[in-house]
């Protein structure tokens, strides 16, 4: 190998390295954008290689930031890819819910409050996933910059090539949208656990008294099957005894379910396994006060489930 080779080598390792030392970063950011695992993976990809090209260019200038580089590359990308993702959805069967991210469920005490505290600061909930989705595309890019990860608008305008003024302004509209319908608050992630056991002893027992009691009045129940998982509805359902009549309803009909507890999107939440595959993934969101349920989010198309395993 020559002394040319070698310095390309060890400049491709160098570039490599750099990229996983972002990846995490970029994950999040992208799919706080899309609400999309797939789409978020190719956008990275994409990333790369735009990164790989770059830093492979002998006359390449130098880049002194490449985190900065990084994730405008990708939000770029992700708001190019957010045309493909609105059009997919226009002919998605019944409702479309974000593609939920599981991870291990922790210990939710001591130490680990502060881990959980690190992991949803970067993690956009289920609940406000759905919100973000009503905003324009580059609303929510502005939102999960400055909201989620704390970016400065100036910052912001130079990822999308924007004025600083323009960003302020996307920002305040998206803010203002965002907490009309999803009030900033966490629940604690035991009382969010516990909550979840109680739902689901109610709900899967077919204990009417014990789900009214959970349910808070103006509860709202949405479920994607993407045609090919079970769904109650093509629309949500609102309002405490309704929600409550179609859980009993399709909890007569479960067998075998094996339930674990997992993170979804940050979240102690559940996951609904049957001979050892996932069928459901369900998340709640609860009132301010902790003590009951005002969402219920329940995904069952086996597209979003196939990274889930049963360890």
């Not at 790989?52 to 002998?58: N, S, V």
């Amino acid at each position: 190998m020559t002394k040319g080779q070698a310095a390309d080598v060890a400049a491709a390792d160098h570039a490599t390295q750099i990229f996983v030392g972002h990846r995490e970063l970029l994950f999040s950011v992208v799919y706080n954008m899309l609400g999309s695992v797939a789409d978020t993976e190719d956008v990275l990809q994409e990333t790369w290689l735009s990164w790989a090209t770059r830093t492979r260019a002998r006359n390449a200038e130098h880049v002194d930031n490449p985190r900065a580089y990084l994730v405008r590359v990708a939000v770029n990308q992700a708001l190019a890819r957010r045309a493909e993702i609105d059009r997919r959805q226009e002919t998605y069967v019944g409702q479309w819910l974000p593609e939920p991210v599981v991870t291990p469920l922790a210990d939710t005490g001591g130490a680990a409050d502060a881990a959980d505290t690190a992991v949803r600061a970067d993690s956009a909930s289920m609940a406000l996933l759905v919100v973000l989705e009503t905003l324009t595309p580059a609303e929510r890019a502005v939102f999960v910059l400055h909201e989620v990860f704390g970016y400065a608008h100036t910052e912001i305008a130079d990822v999308l090539g924007r004025s600083p003024a323009a960003v302020r302004q996307l920002a305040h509209r998206a803010r203002e949208h965002v907490h009309a319908r999803r009030p900033r608050y966490h629940a604690d992630p035991r009382l969010r656990r516990e909550v979840t056991e109680r739902f689901l002893s109610a709900a899967l027992g077919g204990d009417l008294k014990a789900l009214l009691q959970v349910l808070a009045p103006d509860v709202t129940l949405w479920t994607d099957g993407g045609g090919k998982g079970p769904a109650t509805s093509l629309h949500p359902i609102h309002g405490r005894d309704a929600v409550a009549r179609t859980l009993l309803t399709v909890a007569a009909n479960a067998r075998d379910l094996d339930i674990r507890y997992r993170r979804v999107n940050g979240d102690p939440s559940a996951v609904l396994f049957n001979c050892g595959s996932p069928i459901a993934v369900l998340v709640l969101d609860l009132t301010p006060d902790s003590h009951h349920v005002r969402g219920i989010y329940s995904v069952t198309n086996p597209d979003k489930l196939t990274r889930i395993d049963d360890r």
